[in-house]
């Protein structure tokens, strides 16, 4: 298996100015039956609008998020001979919050009930695609202070030792109206 072999690496390109904005602005989740997509297609909107278009759908969007992708965290077992462990994969976990309570309670019933491929869309325009089945999880949250605005409290979570497929956001697909 490639995470177990040394397989070279491609050089690393140096960022010259400017920085990739992070957060999670926008969500979309992807039948997991659907193969997995080129950074072309990622990138594509036509490729999107035949996910969301058919019936029944095979990808849905969620616009106005908030939330973040953190480094995973290391899942290790025991070594063998002289290495005490070794790593064998890896949790990813990409928490985000939506609007909408009242209007999308058996949205979120039917999407916790399976698992899906996610596109996380960032500030910066960029597109991360899991392409492992990834739980999701929508709950309410609505807080103590009677300022606060109550939204979906949204959990997902995957176990993959390789990063997510990194492509630009495709235009209009992922924009707020």
Known sequence: MAIFCDEG?????QQDCGIERAGIVAVGL???GVSTPTKAQLSSQSWWNALI?????LATIIKKTRGSYD???????????????????????????????????DFWEKINRRKW??????????????????????????PRDIKSGAFWSVETKWQDFSN???????????DEE
Not at 9 to 13: A, L, Q, T
Not at 119 to 124: D, E, L, M, R, S
């Open 9 to 13: 690496s491609e050089e690393y390109v």
């Open 71 to 105: 480094p995973p965290t290391n899942t290790e077992e025991e070594g063998f001979g002289r290495e005490s462990t070794q790593v064998t994969g890896a949790e990813h976990a990409a928490p985000f919050e939506a609007e909408g309570l009242l209007d999308n309670r």
């Open 30 to 32: 992807v039948d997991p």
């Open 164 to 174: 997510p497929i990194i492509a630009e956001m495709p235009p209009v697909i992922f």
């Open 53 to 57: 278009n058919v019936s029944p759908n």
């Open 117 to 142: 491929k996610m596109a996380i869309v960032t500030n910066g325009d960029l597109l991360y695609f899991v392409d492992v089945p990834v739980s999701v999880t929508g709950r309410i949250n609505n």
